[in-house]
């Protein structure tokens, strides 16, 4: 089982209490209607999956009922950090204190 820290909570709670939200820092169109029906598939349903470090959004549904992000390595499942949503993604440099 997962153990997922909540920012807004501090507390370290097992992932049952939560849910994924997606990926986090994903740019929203402005206007949609001035998309095209491919790029709005796209922005909808393409996501970078990527195998290593990813910036997701979760959120503490059995208890702030807040959502934040959260840096998780997709290979090992561990999660890095989380953070309160609205605040920039860490750094490369950041994240790599952080592991150690």
Known sequence: MLVIRCPYCEAERPEVEFAYGGEAHIARPADPSTLTDEQWKDHLFIRTNARGTHFERWRHVHGCGRFFNAVRDTVSDKFVTT????????????LEGMRK
């Open 83 to 94: 953070y309160k949503a609205g605040l920039p993604r860490p750094t490369e440099a950041e």
